[in-house]
């Protein structure tokens, strides 16, 4: 059965303290990663697509890299407002759909 | 501009009562989606549309169904609502099949 597990399931970190997330995943024939940040209240927003192992993104401050079996979101000296759930899903195997990790809190604390 | 809107934002309701969730989505995406997220925040894929026709249709009840009248809109109905049913709904939207979805706001849905 294809799965997508996140830890921690909740982060806080000072202004500046950087930090990572991670996102391992059981999925025969991995067709992409996906990245989305979600704030309270509104839908998740996409932040990176990922398909091969090896392969790096960044914007801003993330940075997103993957590898066969897991994927990183790198935070550098995070800002307050960075703070929100990060969502990872991947697609792949027998799934025609995205299939969702439970996501990773972060706070980051001015 | 909104991308991908959904209409209501709140919705509370009986058990048993019937509702509609209405999306659209400004885009121009080939493919809608309707997603639950639950009270442990776990997002799941409900259905999705490509082109009016509905290519996934993962294990709901048949209480829901998805209804597109064109290719920019995807209803959500929902028949006999059960206190199991209260949860945020989804609609998002992509073009290509699966890959970067855009997501609506979100219709938070209670049943008493």
């Known amino acids: 059965e294809d799965q997508v597990t996140q830890s921690p399931e909740a982060l806080r970190l000072q202004e500046g303290e950087s930090s990572s997330l991670n996102c391992s995943y059981t999925?025969?024939?991995?067709?992409?990663l996906f990245w989305y940040r979600q704030d309270p209240g509104k839908g998740p927003e996409f932040l990176f697509t990922?398909?091969?192992a090896g392969e790096e993104k960044e914007k801003e401050r993330l940075k997103a890299t993957l590898t066969k079996k897991e994927s990183f979101l790198h935070i550098t000296a995070p800002k307050p407002e960075d703070s929100a759930t990060y969502l990872c899903?991947?697609?792949?195997?027998?799934?025609?759909?995205?299939?969702f990790g439970k996501g990773t809190k972060l706070s980051v604390k001015p | 501009d909104t991308a991908v809107s959904q209409t209501p934002k709140y919705l509370v309701t009986q058990m048993g009562n019937d509702k509609s969730i209405k999306c659209e989505q400004n885009?121009?995406?080939?493919?809608m989606y309707w997603y639950k997220q639950d009270s442990k925040k776990f997002l799941k894929i409900m259905f999705s549309?490509?082109?009016?026709?509905?290519?996934i249709n993962e294990t709901v009840p048949n209480r829901f169904s998805p209804k597109s009248p064109d290719k920019a809109h995807l209803n959500l109905h929902i028949n006999s609502l059960e206190l199991g049913d209260s949860a945020v709904y989804f609609c998002?939207?992509?073009?290509?099949?699966?890959?970067?979805?855009?997501f609506g706001p979100g219709t938070r849905l209670t049943v008493l």
């Open positions: 998002a939207s992509s073009q290509g099949g699966v890959g970067e979805q855009f």
């Open positions: 990922l398909y091969s």
């Open positions: 999925v025969s024939g991995l067709r992409g």
């Open positions: 899903a991947v697609h792949g195997g027998s799934q025609g759909n995205l299939i």
């Open positions: 885009l121009g995406h080939d493919t």
């Open positions: 549309y490509n082109n009016k026709e509905l290519i």
